[in-house]
């Protein structure tokens, strides 16, 4: 099935340190997602995106919808050891056989202490 | 957020048997509720779609006589596996979402190995 390409695919950083990820695609999207998973869990929605240009924080999570519809980044400043797990995006589509999610292709994180 | 539960969350069976996953909503009726299976170091990738009350949309390449869905309740979607063989061994996972809402919401996912 369809995915997403995110960048890069992993990421080893200090803690204090920002970090940038972003997902692009070559089909448009309605809405962005962000998610976090942590191993052996299911993902947990971070931030969500419904305007094209939309700059959307939550704590120290920043995200944008970008304006050609079919990217988004999302940053994380001054990272902390918890942040460690996989990043993914998502995009939504409607279609006439109903919305669904497409995911990108994850992004791993891990924290230095 | 809203919660949605799986059960279990993991299981190990012998090939050929089948295995039942539950997935529900615990604090908001769903509507529709999908599901992903994610292979390690891989991301989700959507196997059904389901509506309360009517059969599943199966995506492209996913056998429906092998992965049965039923979603017979606003708060309840099985999937069953049948005939399990060692390549459906895999991280199951369901997410849930109101009608009328675009959020979709994550189970904690199964763990199945078939042995």
């Known amino acids: 099935g369809q995915q997403l390409n995110q960048s890069p695919q992993s990421m080893f950083i200090q803690e204090g340190e920002d970090v940038s990820m972003n997902c692009t695609s070559s089909s448009i999207f309605n809405t962005w997602l962000w998610y976090k998973q942590d191993p052996g869990e299911g993902p947990v929605l971070l931030i969500a995106?419904?305007?094209?240009?939309e700059l959307t924080s939550n704590g120290r999570l920043t995200a944008q919808f970008g304006i050609t519809r079919k990217d988004s980044f999302l940053n994380i400043s001054a990272s902390i050891p918890s942040d460690v797990g996989i990043y993914f995006c998502?995009?939504?589509?409607?279609?006439?056989?109903?919305?669904?999610?497409?995911f990108g292709t994850g992004t791993r994180l891990a924290v230095r202490p | 957020g809203a919660v949605v539960s799986q059960h279990p969350s993991w299981v190990i069976c012998k090939s050929g048997t089948s295995v039942k996953i539950e997935c529900r909503s615990l604090d908001f009726q769903a509507t529709t509720m999908f599901w992903y299976r994610q292979f390690p170091k891989q991301s989700l990738m959507l196997m059904a779609t389901?509506?309360?009350?009517?059969?599943?949309?199966?995506e492209q390449g996913v056998e429906k006589d092998k992965f049965l869905i039923n979603h017979a309740s606003l708060t309840l979607s099985t999937l069953t596996v049948t005939s399990a063989h060692p390549e459906d061994s895999s991280f199951y996972i369901c997410?849930?979402?109101?009608?009328?809402?675009?959020?979709?919401?994550f189970g904690p996912g199964t763990r199945l190995l078939v042995l």
């Open positions: 389901s509506n309360e009350g009517s059969k599943a949309t199966y």
């Open positions: 997410s849930a979402r109101f009608s009328l809402q675009e959020t979709q919401y």
């Open positions: 998502a995009g939504r589509q409607k279609k006439s056989s109903g919305d669904k999610l497409t």
């Open positions: 995106l419904y305007k094209a240009g």
